[in-house]
């Protein structure tokens, strides 16, 4: 006979057991109709293959191969239980049994189990009611002749587990079998009408939920054809639910908008809150909350942009190049908070409009001088009457994207106040790590700001709070040269001016000769914004000709004679060295909020009792720099220090009305005081800066290529310059370093000994 492993399949005395012709060959070996067969139930699945003698439960059934069907299935009638006394598997996984039948403890009457039947018949039929099957089903249950057959017919669809199924024909009383059987099916049935109420409930909800959505689309779409029609009539609670929605904005501010749209809708129109709730949502519904997606920038077209608006500033053009370059390779907003410090009219601020030309992008500039109120950065809260969004969120809003170029002017002009410290409301606006959940008060909900691209100016970083400079990467601006104004003037002013005045390039001359002498004569200043003002008002002057003589065939021509008329001043006044300098004045350098400037340090000895006199509106720091070398002179020339005793030390630093503080005068100082005790004066041309210490040694300063700049345009030829401040001169033009003769020093002998007032023997004499 055949031995066929089976697994979760109703096995039932006098019962039809269904499988599929492959699946009874695989487990059984062959399928031959006719043929004796023992199904064994396993105790997990498995292939024949893998079966082994305690794979299976001990009862199993016998029975006959009835039927093999042309549609692919195979049926066994099962006749009786039987037990399995012994089984072994052979070769090639035969499965070898021994056993023996398994009658019943008791028996069933014919009538009671048709009265079983007759009853589970009439429970399927009217399950089976409920679909379109139905017909099928009742001829198949009418076919069945006892209930282990209807059992068996239904097996295949039960939950109930490979167990349960097993513990039906282990149980011995036919009885007890019988009330199992009978239990098995109702329950399957049971089970089934709430599996099928429920699925028919669910799918009576999503019917219900499909053609609520269709009713409000079909309402929408005539909604929105009536407001086309009359879209006078479309009320601005419509507006802004359309706004909500098709804003993109993040699930927080879109919970909030719908809160704050829901009191509008309460409120009504006469309530006092209507205008600041409108307002609110007109706000928030107004900015670009989608992120926007990186664009591929051509590193050769921003290069040309940034040339043709801008000449010079090398180092700023190539740092926001790469800044370019990284945000290509990483296709996203990156790098450091850039900060442009320099003297007015350097370009600081006009290029961050080119910035964002080469990128691409909206570009808002967000004045910060003289704001002294927190709220100005992060807002107002929405309870205070009048309340608005700060300057940075109003400046999203303005630009229409959420990736604009955003230029904070004039950072270096903010302050504290009893409304607070707006510095510190910009560390989370400054931060990479932190500004993508910015929260403005007014909008009470998180702005990603990752993707702007901040820039900030300023004149000085000393005024700057030390956590709020950490974030950002210092740019330094110097100032032009001559020659780098005449080109800015010829390049981008002059022809500028000429077009804001309506002017013809054919209809005014304005020659090299004149823009040099309005650089040098005319202007003061480090950049060229007085410069372009004073070609605006030669513009104006030749307008004037121009419109007055409408005959007039040949171009106004400016000459050096008119300047003075047409530019309504007098030359500006340069310090200019002289030819000689008499002993104890010394020539130095200062750097100023619109450049350099060159100095004079004065001394002089009057009589009196050793009292030092410092004048010329100096700071704390500078006047401990004049006491410092007044020591370093008396420790140098010992000799001379009756000197000291016997009169008053006058040190003057003009212009006497305009504030000067710093150390970097200490060398200065230092060698006029030596040129004054002394005799020996100090050649004009001779000009210095640097620290000085108590030791002798002349340290760094800053502002070095404005220093320098200063001295080539007073006439300087010498330049003495602390040795560690050497490598700052890769900042300094290159005609400026070809015109001066730069001296790195590293000590005031040094310095006295290349000024000719420490002569050798003296320090031979103090050697010894």
Same mark, same amino acid.
Request: net charge negative; charged share 25%; aromatic share 6%.
């Given at each position: 006979?055949?031995v ?16 599929? *012709? ?19 139930? $396993?105790?997990?699945y ?6 082994k003698?305690?794979?299976f ?6 029975g ?10 195979v ?9 399995? =006394? ?6 090639? @996984? ?16 014919? +009538? ?13 039929? =009217?399950?089976?009611?409920r ?13 069945m ?18 167990e ?37 409930a669910?799918?009576?909800?999503? *019917?219900?939920a499909y ?12 909604? *929105? ?7 006078e ?11 909500? *929605?098709a804003?993109?904005?993040? +699930? ?5 908008a +719908? ?14 809150? $209507? ?5 609110y949502?007109d ?11 990186a664009?591929?920038?051509?590193l050769?077209d ?7 608006e @801008?000449?010079?500033?090398s180092?700023?053009?190539k ?24 003297a ?20 808002v ?21 009048g309340a608005?969004?700060?300057r940075?969120?109003?400046g ?13 002017? +004039?950072?270096d ?26 929260t ?8 990603? /700001? ?52 309506g ?7 304005? &020659? ?8 040098s ?26 419109s ?6 040949? %171009? ?10 047409? /530019?309504?001043?007098?030359?500006? @006044? ?15 350098m %200062?750097?100023? &909020? ?15 009792k ?20 007044v020591s ?17 030390l ?12 710093g ?17 020996? &004066?100090?050649p004009?041309?001779? %000009?210095? $800066? ?13 502002g070095?290529?404005e220093?320098?700049m ?27 370093k ?14 006295l000994?290349? $000024? ?13």
């Amino acid at each position: 006979m055949i031995v066929v492993p089976v697994y979760n399949k109703q096995l039932i005395p006098n019962g039809k057991i269904y499988f599929q *012709k492959e699946e009874f060959i695989r487990q059984g070996g062959r399928a031959v109709q006719g043929e004796k067969v023992v199904l064994l139930q $396993t105790k997990t699945y498995m292939d024949r293959n893998e079966v082994k003698e305690d794979s299976f439960y001990p009862i199993g059934v016998s029975g006959i191969l009835t039927t093999i069907s042309s549609d692919g299935y195979v049926v066994v009638e099962a006749n009786g239980r039987v037990n399995v =006394d012994e089984i072994s598997i052979g070769q090639n @996984h035969n499965i070898e049994l021994t056993i023996s039948k398994r009658a019943d403890s008791d028996s069933i009457e014919a +009538e009671e189990e048709q009265k079983i039947l007759l009853k589970l018949k009439k429970e399927v039929k =009217d399950f089976a009611s409920r679909f379109q099957f139905s017909g099928f089903v009742n001829s198949m249950v009418d076919g069945m002749q006892n209930v282990a057959e209807l059992t068996a017919g239904l097996s295949y669809w039960m939950k109930s587990s490979n167990e349960d199924k097993y513990n039906i024909i282990a149980e011995d009383s036919a009885i007890k079998r019988l009330e199992l059987m009978e239990k098995t099916v109702i329950e399957y049935i049971e089970f089934a009408k709430v599996t099928n109420d429920a699925a028919s409930a669910q799918e009576q909800e999503y *019917k219900d939920a499909y053609r609520e959505a269709a009713i409000k689309k079909q309402m929408e779409y005539l909604q *929105k054809e009536l407001d086309d029609m009359h879209p006078e009539n479309v009320t601005d609670i419509q507006k802004f639910e359309e706004k909500i *929605k098709a804003s993109g904005m993040n +699930e927080d501010a879109r919970k909030e908008a +719908e809160k704050v749209l829901g009191r509008l809708k309460q409120e009504g129109k006469n309530s006092p809150e $209507t205008g600041m709730l409108y307002d609110y949502l007109d706000f928030v519904t107004g900015l670009s909350w989608k992120k926007e997606k990186a664009k591929y920038i051509n590193l050769a077209d921003a290069q040309k942009i940034l040339d043709d608006e @801008h000449y010079g500033l090398s180092k700023v053009k190539k740092r926001i190049i790469q800044q370019i370059a990284v945000m290509n390779l990483r296709q996203k907003q990156a790098g450091s908070i850039l900060l442009f410090v320099g003297a007015p009219g350097t370009g600081k601020t006009s290029i961050g409009k080119s910035i964002a030309k080469s990128l691409g992008r909206e570009y808002v500039r967000v004045s910060l001088g003289g704001v002294r109120d927190e709220a100005d950065i992060r807002g107002h809260r929405r309870t205070y009457i009048g309340a608005m969004p700060g300057r940075i969120m109003d400046g999203i809003n303005k630009s229409g994207v959420s990736n604009p170029v955003m230029v904070l002017d +004039e950072i270096d002009k903010i302050s504290a106040s009893y409304n607070g410290d707006p510095a510190s409301a910009l560390l989370e606006v400054l931060d990479p790590e932190q500004n993508n959940t910015f929260t403005d008060h007014y909008m009470n909900v998180p702005y990603d /700001l990752s993707d702007v691209l901040f820039i900030c100016t300023a004149n000085s970083i000393d005024t700057i709070p030390e956590p709020l400079l950490n974030r950002m990467e210092v740019i330094n601006f110097t100032g032009y040269t001559p020659d780098e104004k005449l080109i800015i003037a010829k390049k981008h002013l002059l022809p500028k001016s000429m077009e804001a005045m309506g002017i013809a390039e054919n209809e005014l001359i304005v &020659s090299d000769e004149i823009l040099e002498t309005i650089i040098s004569d005319y202007t003061r200043e480090a950049g060229v914004r007085g410069l372009r003002k004073r070609i605006v008002a030669l513009c104006r002057g030749a307008a004037v000709m121009i419109s007055g003589n409408n005959e007039r065939k040949e %171009a106004v021509r400016i000459t050096k004679e008119q300047l003075r008329t047409e /530019l309504d001043m007098r030359p500006v @006044h340069h310090e200019k060295v002289p030819e000689k300098q008499k002993a104890g004045v010394v020539t130095g350098m %200062a750097w100023t &909020s619109v450049g350099g400037e060159i100095l004079y340090i004065e001394t002089l000895f009057t009589k009196g009792k050793g009292n030092i006199i410092i004048t010329g509106k100096l700071g704390d720091v500078m006047k401990e720099s004049a006491q410092i070398a007044v020591s370093l002179v008396k420790s140098i020339y010992p000799d001379k220090a009756g000197l000291f005793e016997e009169n008053d030390l006058h040190i003057h630093v003009p212009d006497g009305a305009v504030p000067k503080d710093g150390p970097s005068a200490g060398i200065t100082m230092t060698t006029a005081i030596a040129s004054l005790v002394t005799g020996k &004066s100090v050649p004009a041309q001779i %000009a210095m $800066t640097g620290e000085v210490s108590l030791r002798g040694l002349v340290m760094p300063i800053g502002g070095l290529p404005e220093k320098l700049m200063a001295a080539q345009r007073a006439g300087v030829t010498t330049v003495f310059i602390p040795a560690e401040n050497e490598q700052d001169l890769i900042d300094v033009a290159a005609e400026v370093k070809e015109t001066l003769h730069i001296v790195p020093v590293t000590s005031v002998s040094e310095v006295l000994e290349r $000024t000719g007032i420490y002569d050798e023997d003296r320090i031979i004499k103090k050697a010894s």
